[in-house]
């Protein structure tokens, strides 16, 4: 059975960092892409970062340019978030995902 479980998300003050950790089990993804969304009340999901199996050339959706980074270590079949300066605009729940795979979530709060 394959999972994703998502870690890391917690209520900070606008500026700080966090990180966000996403863990598969079940079955590697070293292959694929993976990625990251996040849902904000009342809204779809939006594609936040994408990163491919080479680990190059990752996609980050605009308003996180220069403040996230998206990472991998295929070994520990693990993905990873680094949020730096965030705003209260970041609050949402931030989900990964795999091919057809999702995890269940992990918040991220963002005072002001």
């Known amino acids: 059975q394959v999972q994703l479980v998502e870690s890391g998300g917690r209520l900070v003050q606008s500026g700080g960092s966090l990180r966000l950790s996403c863990t598969a089990s079940g079955r590697t993804f070293s292959g694929y892409t993976m990625k990251w969304f996040r849902q904000f009340p009342g809204k779809e999901r939006e594609l936040v970062a994408a990163i491919p199996s080479s680990g190059h050339n990752a996609y980050y959706v605009d308003s996180v340019k220069g403040r996230f980074t998206i990472s991998r270590d295929d070994a520990k079949n693990t993905m990873y978030l680094q949020m730096n300066n965030l705003k209260p605009e970041d609050t949402a729940v931030y989900y990964c995902?795999?091919?057809?795979?999702w995890g269940q979530g992990t918040q991220v709060t963002v005072s002001a």
């Open positions: 995902n795999v091919l057809s795979n």
